[in-house]
């Protein structure tokens, strides 16, 4: 493309024909409509607190007009504000694995649990995040699909929109395997990991979590709070150390 590099190869996010460009542009355009749409809901706010102060004989009815009215129109700027944030990560305006990573920092670390970020087996596949903890070991990655596009499950198996999801839990539970046979065989302490995938933006079914073909696909912002409800504890201080301290000798970084 003009201006670009003939060696770098280019990002379609970035680029005039990717959905993500599409959806920026549509969104910069539709921006009248939204300030129409969101004076019309003021207007009906302002109508609505001076019905109620009238009702009530509450007295400084215009008042209570103009504030119904800026709470209205604070809440409709708040709700498309953050639909159009909501989706960053899919238009790579911001990065997943660093939102994820600061949410189970915040969240695991005083209870115990190791985080380390990016790491990866020797020609193979790598990992966003790898948490290890009390409850047991968990590898985390981050992707995220465009805004209507629904992940569910259907007779044990994964989809996205009208695509099968076999692939993206395949490679993610072999990676989580391929962690789990090496940190057994360097430390002797057997070793299960459970994949996770924090996805960014997509529809997810209601409870904001779908289990299928051994993949557990969530919001970040309920990694953490998943992890934390294992029941019982699998691993002592002593094998969490001796774990962390494996994992970021022998794994390395992504």
């Known amino acids: 493309m003009p201006g ?3 060696y770098v190869q280019q990002d379609e996010k970035f680029t005039g024909a990717s959905p993500q460009w599409y959806y920026e542009k549509f969104w910069r355009e539709d921006a009248n409509n939204r300030k129409r749409s969101r004076m019309i809901k003021a207007a009906v706010g302002f109508a609505a607190g001076i019905g109620l102060a009238l009702r009530f004989d509450l007295g400084l009815t215009a008042l209570y007009g103009l504030a119904f009215a800026g709470l209205v129109a604070g809440i409709d700027w708040y709700v498309a504000w953050r639909s159009f944030r909501l989706t960053a990560v899919w238009r790579g305006r911001r990065r997943g694995e660093v939102i994820t990573g600061r949410l189970l920092r915040r969240s695991l670390g005083k209870h115990g649990y190791s985080v380390l970020d990016g ?3 020797r020609d193979q596949a790598s990992i966003d995040h790898l948490v290890i903890g009390p409850g047991g070991v968990w590898a985390i990655d981050n992707e995220s699909w465009s805004p209507d596009t629904e992940i569910a499950t259907y007779n044990g198996r994964l ?7 076999s692939k993206v839990a395949k490679s993610l539970v072999e990676t989580s395997n391929a962690f789990a046979e090496l940190l057994t ?3 002797g302490i057997p070793v299960t990991i459970t994949p996770l995938l924090a996805v960014h933006c997509g529809l997810l079914p209601r409870g904001g979590q779908v289990t299928a073909e051994g993949l557990t696909l969530l919001k970040p912002s309920l990694v953490a709070r998943r992890i ?8 002592d201080e002593q094998q969490i150390e001796l774990l962390t301290r494996t994992a970021a000798r022998e794994l390395q970084r992504a």
Request: proline letters at 0%; charged letters at 30%.
């Open 4 to 6: 670009g590099s003939i």
């Open 159 to 165: 989809f996205f929109g009208e695509k099968y999801g």
């Open 228 to 235: 934390k409800a294992t029941a019982g504890e699998v691993l």
């Open 185 to 187: 065989r360097e430390t």
């Open 119 to 121: 790491r990866a087996i």
